[in-house]
Each structure stands twice: as structure tokens, then as C-alpha cells.
């Protein structure tokens, strides 16, 4: 399971004077993993701009100590946590939390001016990545037992991002050596994405595993409809039914999955990110920019992207059916 109530905005309270962490919310749901006998990955300590708020109005330095004390603060709730909680897995006692994003979204989704990709708290606040380094410091000497220290990025599909975030995980392999050692890719794709750009990607993975022994993830695996195949399957003259996307996506990730066989990366885990399309994580963003763009006039009109594990329509389907032929574009 991902639990990512601990991340920084969860724990701080900015509205206290005197800087104040509290765990209550990771704590309720690695509670209820423990519960259940399920492993943990911590999701997540530097969140990109998720902590905008708490850091308003404070230099680069108030900065950085809030982010050192909370730091601090979550490795050593992270190691006492685990001290007490055990799961068996295949026999064999384990820690609850097995894994932690340690960083999260740290290149830039966009392009700047010059068509290049950039480091976000680079350009937002002006830290650079050898105080980054200096912040996670007690991470690295005070890692827990059993745990892993990812790096989780989305979008290595896009050459170029993949280039950079490379990149970035050379300069902290530089700056602190052995704090890394498995890269995430988030993989959040849509129903036509390139088969290729997927093969290109996992094949840099192969040699960035060969190279530098990484161990590799798919971190929030999702599948769902991209803006153009939305108005296909709910507009108004819809020409596809949700049999037709449910058969397309099972075939696409079969095939996703023997590009990343052939390629011969290891895996050490895979997330699927939502269980379900109604709780898909791409459905509000895909309704708020069919919305701003004048395609919908009202949210309720993509009731789902169709992203998550489990169909949401699935009762809509009859439990036998005999799925149409697809046409080649929505293939593509």
C-alpha cells in the first residue's frame, strides 16, 4: 500500500508559532495496513510545491530548518513505528513501512522558455540541490532497517524529462552517495500512449540499472483515457462503449508488459495507483480542463477516465459479452 499522509503540510502545523509535527494521519493509516498484514511505501518527504502554504513569506533559510526539523521528525517516527509493528510476508517478519519517497516531483512537468526541463525548488525558492542534500542528511545516516529510499518521478516516457531526471539522480548520487537506491517512475499514461517512447524508457532503464545498480519501481501505474478518446466514450455521439475501452486497456498493458520484459530491467515492486475509476486521479484534472476549455459544461459529465484497476462500470457490462471490433484509431 502507498500511504501519503505524511508528507510535509499533513504533519506541520503552520499554525502553531513554535514549529509543530503530528503524525496522527500517517499514523491511522499505516494502522490500518498493520491491520491488515500489508507492507508500506511513505509517500512522501519533499513534494514538489504541495508545501506553498507553509512556506509563504519565509526566506530560503526558514525554509530549509523547517525542512531539516521535519525531516528529522519523520525518519524517527518512521524508525520507532516500525520498531513496534511486524508483518509476516511470505513467512518471514518484516517492517510495516518497506519503502519511502524521499523525494517526489522534483523536475518540472513543463518546459521553461528556452524549452528546457528545470528543477522546481531550484527555480521556486532558490535552494540548490547540495542543500537538499544537506537537509536529508540524518536520512541517510539514520536509515531504517528493511527500507528502501526512492526517488519517484512521472512522465520518463518524454525523452527529454527522462534526460533530466537522470540527470538529477546523477548529482545526488554525487552529493550523497548511497541515499538513493531505487528510482521510481510513476508511469500515469493514457490509453494511447507510444509504444515506443514506452520502449525507449525502459530500456534506459535497463542500462541506468546495469550501470549504477538501482533498484527500479513502477510506482503509481494508471491507464486512462486521454482528452481525446474522453469524448468518444461520453459525448454526445459516443462511438465507443466501455466494453470496447475495457478490452483495449487489457490488451495495451499486456503488450506494455512484454516491452518491459524485453527489456530485461528488474522490477523490485509495482503500484497500481487508483483501484477504482471513480476514484481515478486523473478524473478531476480531465474535468477541469474540459471545463476551462469549453468541452463540458458541467463536472458530472465525464463520470470517469476509466484509469483505475477496477471498472467503475463494470456493472453497466453484462457478466458475458462478445466485445465489437475496435476501429484502428482508438488503438492508436
Known amino acids: 500500500m502507498l500511504v501519503g499522509s505524511g508528507k510535509i503540510y499533513n504533519v506541520v502545523n503552520k499554525y502553531y508559532k513554535e514549529k509543530r509535527f503530528d503524525f496522527y494521519h500517517a499514523k491511522r493509516d499505516l494502522d490500518f495496513a498493520y491491520r491488515n498484514g ?22 530560503k533559510e526558514e525554509i530549509l530548518q523547517i525542512m531539516e526539523s521535519y525531516v528529522k521528525e519523520s525518519i524517527n517516527f518512521i524508525n520507532d513505528y516500525n520498531a513496534s509493528h511486524k508483518v509476516i ?17 522534483i523536475v518540472s512537468f513543463e518546459r521553461d522558455e528556452n ?20 537537509v536529508f542528511e ?11 529510499y526512492l526517488y519517484n518521478e512521472p512522465f520518463l516516457e518524454d525523452d527529454d524529462r527522462r534526460r533530466k531526471v537522470f540527470e538529477t539522480l546523477e548529482e545526488i548520487d554525487k552529493l550523497s552517495p548511497g541515499l538513493i537506491d531505487t528510482l521510481g517512475s510513476q508511469m500515469h499514461i493514457t490509453i ?47 462511438n465507443v462503449s ?21 527489456s530485461g530491467v528488474i522490477l523490485s515492486g509495482v503500484s497500481y495507483w487508483s483501484l477504482t475509476d471513480g476514484i481515478d486521479c486523473n478524473l478531476e484534472r480531465v474535468r477541469t480542463n474540459a471545463l476551462e476549455n469549453n468541452q463540458i459544461s458541467d463536472l458530472s459529465q465525464i463520470p470517469t477516465a476509466c484509469g483505475g484497476l477496477i471498472p467503475t462500470h463494470k456493472k453497466l457490462l453484462s457478466k458475458n459479452y462478445e ?10
Open 323 to 332: 466485445s465489437e471490433k475496435t476501429t484502428d484509431s482508438i488503438k492508436k
Open 89 to 105: 510476508i511470505n513467512g518471514k517478519e518484516e517492517p510495516v513501512i518497506n519503502a519511502v519517497d524521499l523525494f517526489n516531483e
Open 192 to 238: 494511447g500512449e507510444d509504444y515506443s517512447k514506452i520502449e525507449r524508457c525502459f530500456n534506459d532503464l535497463k542500462t541506468l540499472q546495469d550501470r549504477t545498480d538501482k533498484k527500479i519501481q513502477i510506482t503509481e501505474f494508471d491507464m486512462s483515457l486521454g482528452s481525446k478518446e474522453i469524448s468518444r466514450v461520453f459525448g454526445e455521439n459516443s
Open 115 to 134: 524549452g528546457q526541463y528545470y528543477n522546481l525548488w531550484e527555480r521556486k525558492y532558490g535552494i540548490s540541490m547540495h542543500e537538499l542534500m544537506s
Open 38 to 59: 500489508k507492507q508500506v511505501r511513505y509517500h512522501s518527504l519533499l513534494v514538489k510545491d504541495d508545501a506553498s502554504n507553509l512556506f509563504e513569506g519565509k526566506s
Open 242 to 262: 466501455l466494453e470496447q475501452v475495457y478490452d483495449i486497456k487489457k490488451e495495451r498493458i499486456s503488450n506494455i508488459s512484454k516491452i518491459i520484459n524485453d
Open 138 to 148: 540524518y536520512a541517510r545516516v539514520n536509515k531504517p532497517d528493511g527500507i528502501s
